[in-house]
């Protein structure tokens, strides 16, 4: 395996990461840069442990910055909007079932909790059935992640893609429940399954390629909370 010679250049008023001889850049080739040492440093430190070049390529890290730089908000926020309207915490089975039961006790919390903190109104449905939310959601929505700069809704995207939540990724990023807890909440159905039918090896790899994807987007929130911690 080639090791890769991984670097930082401060410019003028930022810094950038070089990975061999080029800077790391977006698709279209504009050079990204940071303004906090702290986390451009820790990003070298994370990536210099990676030795095998085609790994390096494949590397999630790479990918949530190079995606936090090409965020086209308006087409992105439509995209996550999307998912509020079938959030997986507001579909549940049918009422008075064992699993019903436990989505109950682990999903109502949080949901009290968005609703109680964000003012927003939901509806609970049993079954598959798609069902309308309360409209004045989605502005509530949009005016939390305008507030966030473009790393955090980088994060925001991909823990609403992989959990299938709103819900959870509100919850999770505003620390009212645990990364293992977010992660326990977006698989109370696969585990029910598993208790119920046993484990499928297909599976069983799917899902853990689900958690190491998950994993990776956790400690990329924790970049950004460190950068925040400092100012």
Partial sequence: ?????????????????????????????????????????KVVEDLKAITCHEVLNDNNLIKFLIFSEEIKKKSLLKTIADHMETDT??????????????????????????EQRYKMIFKIQHGII?????????????????????????????LTKI??????????????ISTDKAWELSNIEHQYNILKWGEIEDEKQKLLLKKSFYTDIIKFRNLINMICEEK
């Fill in 1 to 41: 395996m080639n090791k890769l010679s991984i670097s930082y250049k401060k410019n003028a008023d930022s810094y950038s990461i070089i990975i061999g001889k080029k800077h790391l850049v977006t698709s279209k080739g504009k050079v990204i840069t940071f303004k906090n040492l702290s986390f451009v440093k």
């Fill in 89 to 114: 915490v507001l579909y549940r089975d049918y009422e008075g079932t064992r699993l019903e039961i436990l989505q109950k006790i682990h999903w109502d919390p949080i949901v009290v909790y968005v």
């Fill in 130 to 158: 798609p069902i309308s939310q309360n409209e004045n959601n989605l502005n509530i929505l949009y005016e939390y992640l305008y507030n966030i700069n473009n790393q955090m809704l980088t994060v925001f995207y991909f």
């Fill in 163 to 176: 959990t299938n939540s709103v819900i959870i990724a509100i919850s999770l990023l505003d620390n009212i």
